[in-house]
């Protein structure tokens, strides 16, 4: 079975800095897709940035950026010029179709808190 | 409304109590889920509805019973539950084979008493 394993319970960053969460996984499978959601205090869980295992190229989008290490099963997700309003839990997530729908393993999550 | 409604937001019920929580998405997808999110737990995946049809049953204790009437909504019915059983329950909804990341609801936060 598919583990999602995040090993920073909480981190903190000072506003306009970066920080680094990381996340490893356990799959046998080649093809899948990796998520970084954000879960603020409204509890609704927001996709950030979505990796394909396919692809070499680590997913940008903005200030959050993907370190993607697919042999050592690693990816950690970098937020630049951090903002208040990056304070929230972030999970990562393993994820790939199958029998038609998509399955998503979530890690434990790491809860972010920015200094101002 | 767009995205995926959960209701109602909160809800507390004794053990003894049946209630139903709700989720519709209005994002013409057609695969819906329920999660639980426990503290210091990651999320666990308890159904799938693919096109209307339940393709996954995480050994979910039957006092929960999902129902899936239609591709827009879920429900969750609830019946003599435990307090174990306090938790975020979430919902999402995703496009099967769409290459879609889910997309989730605000969540129902349970009380059991």
């Known amino acids: 079975a598919q583990t999602v394993t995040q090993s920073q319970p909480e981190m903190s960053v000072q506003e306009a800095e970066t920080v680094t969460l990381s996340c490893t996984y356990d799959t046998s499978e080649s093809d899948y897709y990796l998520f970084w959601y954000k879960q603020p205090p409204s509890r609704q869980m927001i996709l950030v940035i979505r990796?394909?295992?396919?692809?070499?190229q680590n997913a940008t989008e903005n200030r959050f950026s993907v370190n993607f290490q697919k042999a050592a099963k690693s990816f950690s997700l970098k937020i630049s010029d951090s903002q208040l309003g990056d304070a929230a839990m972030y999970f990562c997530a393993y994820g790939r179709l199958r029998g038609g729908s998509e399955k998503l393993v979530f890690g434990k999550g790491t809860k972010l808190t920015v200094n101002p | 409304e767009t995205g995926v409604t959960q209701t109602p937001r909160h809800l507390v019920m004794g053990m003894t109590n049946k209630k139903s929580l709700k989720c519709e998405q209005h994002?013409?997808?057609?695969?819906m889920y329920w999660y639980k999110q426990s503290a210091k737990k990651p999320l666990e995946l308890m159904f799938v509805?693919?096109?209307?049809?339940?393709?996954e049953n995480n050994s979910v204790p039957s006092r929960f019973s999902p129902e899936c009437p239609n591709s827009s909504h879920l429900f969750l019915h609830l019946h003599t539950l435990q307090p174990e059983d306090s938790a975020l329950y979430l919902c999402a909804s995703s496009q099967v084979a769409g290459n879609t990341e889910a997309f989730f609801g605000q969540g129902t936060r349970l009380t059991v008493v």
């Open positions: 509805y693919s096109l209307e049809e339940r393709v």
């Open positions: 990796q394909e295992a396919y692809k070499q």
């Open positions: 994002l013409g997808h057609n695969a």
